[in-house]
């Protein structure tokens, strides 16, 4: 039996470069990302996780005090699996696309929007697990 979480918006229209909101997920053995674009979409999104017992700031510098990194996902579309320092790049055609990472120990994740020219984008996740 699997049992879900609500819906846990990161980032909600968002139409510049930034960090969302960080959800914490030492409950949940694995996390589903939707991610929708729309106006032409062009930017790349960034996973990013921390085993802190705080949420680290991560719009910040990774450092000894402020530890995180970017984490890989799985897209469902395909299998293939997105290096973290790459993410997931939307190349002005608006799309939704799904993906999961395994939390292997993680407490806190989020997203982070680079290197965009248009459009804006929704991340919402969803921790699941299996009993």
């Known amino acids: ?3 879900f979480s609500e819906p846990f918006v990161i980032l909600s229209a968002k139409a510049t470069t930034g ?3 960080s959800m914490e997920v030492s409950d949940w053995q694995n996390i589903l990302i939707t991610l929708s674009s729309q106006t032409s979409a062009n930017f790349t999104v960034k996973f990013q996780g921390s085993q ?3 949420s680290p700031d991560f719009s910040a510098a990774q450092s ?3 530890e995180w990194d970017y984490i890989q996902v799985k897209d469902y579309q395909n299998g293939a699996s997105i290096d973290g320092d790459t ?3 939307f190349a002005g055609t608006d799309d939704v696309r799904m993906f999961e990472f395994n939390t292997n120990g993680l407490r806190w ?3 982070t929007v ?3 020219s248009a459009g804006s984008v929704n991340v919402k996740m969803v921790g699941y697990s299996t009993t």
Do not use: C, D, Y
């Open 19 to 21: 960090t969302g909101v």
């Open 109 to 111: 994740v989020t997203a």
């Open 64 to 66: 000894a005090t402020n």
């Open 87 to 89: 993410g997931v790049a």
């Open 52 to 54: 802190s017992l705080t």
């Open 114 to 116: 680079t290197a965009r």
């Open 1 to 3: 039996m699997r049992h």
